[in-house]
């Protein structure tokens, strides 16, 4: 027996399909032989570790200042190197930045009573990481560097899409900075995709290089849409070598059908004109206990023309190529 084509399929309708666009798509399959599978659902972070983390590091803050407060500068900037460890170690928080600061602040609280030139060296760690902001009540005014700012142009490649966080603002490809050390994310869809301490001492550019969506992944068809309930449209860059696009009609039973290889669709075609719709066909699918397994619809924010929402699977079977593995550290640069 020949082995089955798999495809990947993708729905493209503002509600779940009833048990007869099921059915047509079942049958299409049969006569192909032909599997439909669902796109491979996408990397997420783990929220419960970047909670837990965020936690740690603004209790280890809390106790810093508790012991500062009492006189315990030992314990207070042991609490503060280990947190400053737990940043470096762990940057893909978004509040990172506004973290190092605060270690620094409280570092230069520190120092200022020993050595105002290293408490003053601290302010300065602090107000290039995270900015000038209004000193407290009895603290001296942060002293900011006559250095003008550089110019760094962040080159990230791979991704189709991306958005850049830099010291935890949104940021351009091309920005204007302070020189010294900052924190940068870069995420591709919701995900952080890189993160790390770059140092920007000069105007330069610097090479980010992040993977791009799984092909068949739930990402990789973040964009696909019906057009004017007529044309398939599939962003540049669809990675998926062999998928389908399916949204269904007012008729039941009847959708509209296009295959798709990476960005390139076929005309769509209509399928299940020929399936009756009548008592013999509603007591056929009343007696299913439950649609086929690859039939695991969820409701998806890809745009669809003419729709508020889309129904996209969540799996997928074509990736075989590895991601690539970050190679820039973001360090000694």
């Known amino acids: 027996m020949p082995a089955l084509a798999t495809l990947t399929l993708v729905w493209l309708g503002a509600q779940t399909p009833d048990a007869t666009a099921s059915a047509t798509l079942e049958q299409w399959a049969r006569e192909h032989d032909a599997k439909l599978e669902s796109p491979r659902p996408s990397a997420v972070d783990d929220d419960q570790a970047s909670a837990s983390l965020a936690e740690s590091c603004e209790t280890w803050l809390e ?82 560097s006559a250095a003008g700012d550089v110019r760094i142009g962040l080159a990230v490649h791979g991704p189709r899409r991306h958005e850049i966080y830099w010291d935890g603002s949104p940021s351009g490809d091309d920005l204007a900075t302070v020189p010294g050390e900052h924190h940068l994310l870069v995420f591709r869809g919701p995900r952080v995709a890189w993160a790390g301490w770059i140092s920007a001492l000069a105007p330069r550019t610097i090479d980010i290089w992040v993977p791009d969506a799984a092909a068949c992944s739930a990402e990789d068809f973040e964009g696909v849409m019906l057009e004017a309930q007529a044309r398939v449209r599939a962003p540049t860059g669809v990675r998926c070598r062999a998928w389908v696009a399916v949204a269904p009609l007012d008729r039941p039973g009847t959708v509209r059908f296009t295959l798709c290889s990476g960005d390139r669709c076929q005309p769509t075609m209509t399928l299940g004109q020929h399936i009756a719709t009548g008592p013999a066909v509603e007591e056929r699918t009343a007696a299913r206990s439950a649609l086929p397994a690859w039939a695991a619809w969820t409701l998806a924010g890809v745009g669809v023309a003419a729709a508020t929402s889309i129904v996209l699977w969540r799996a997928g079977v074509f990736d075989t190529a590895r991601e690539s593995k970050l190679i820039y550290d973001g360090t000694n640069l």
Not at 71 to 86: H, P, V
Not at 116 to 121: C, L, V
Request: hydrophobic letters at 40%.
């Open 63 to 144: 106790q810093a200042r508790d012991h500062l407060q009492a006189g315990d500068d030992a314990t207070a900037s042991g609490l503060l190197a280990r947190l400053e460890q737990n940043l470096r170690q762990h940057p893909e928080l978004l509040q990172a930045s506004w973290l190092m600061a605060e270690r620094y602040r409280l570092q230069a609280r520190i120092a200022r009573g020993a050595s105002p030139e290293e408490a003053s060296r601290y302010e300065r760690l602090a107000e290039v990481t995270e900015g000038p902001r209004a000193h407290a009540f009895g603290e001296p005014a942060a002293m900011r």
